[in-house]
């Protein structure tokens, strides 16, 4: 009797455990890009807010097509590129990130809504607890 509790106690916390890791699942909204990496960016230049990065071609959050480009480094929270000969920044982790789920390789992050790269909707990332 007791052993038939133990183990009904044990999967019980087992099975929460798991829910807990899957419910923390998500995208993340980090760019995962470092200095070399080929990146697209939104072409809009300095005026641009929305903050687009994707590992392949597309559109960004404000509608515009994303720029192929180099990333320069990535320091404080930031990736650091050249586009037209300037060198422009956007934050490493977005509002917004692909929906498109597991398995996804596009990489979009955004500051805005909108599609990412894949042509999926992007989600609002979730933030982390402490």
Do not use: R
């Amino acid at each position: 009797m007791k052993k038939s509790v133990l183990l009904v106690v044990s999967l019980l916390f087992v099975f929460v455990a798991v829910s807990f890791a899957f419910a923390a699942k998500g995208p993340t909204g980090k760019f995962a890009g470092k200095a070399g990496d080929t990146v697209y960016v939104c072409g809009c230049g300095q005026s641009c807010d929305c903050g687009s990065f994707a590992n392949k071609e597309g559109k960004c959050g404000c509608g515009k097509d994303l720029v192929k480009t180099t990333i320069d480094k990535v320091e404080n929270g930031k990736v650091f590129y050249k586009l037209d000969g300037k060198e422009l920044s956007a934050p490493a982790t977005g509002k917004y990130a692909c929906g498109c789920g597991d398995g996804c390789n596009c990489g979009s992050i955004s500051q805005k809504p909108g599609k990412c790269g894949c042509g999926k909707d992007m989600v609002k990332v979730k933030k982390a607890k402490k």
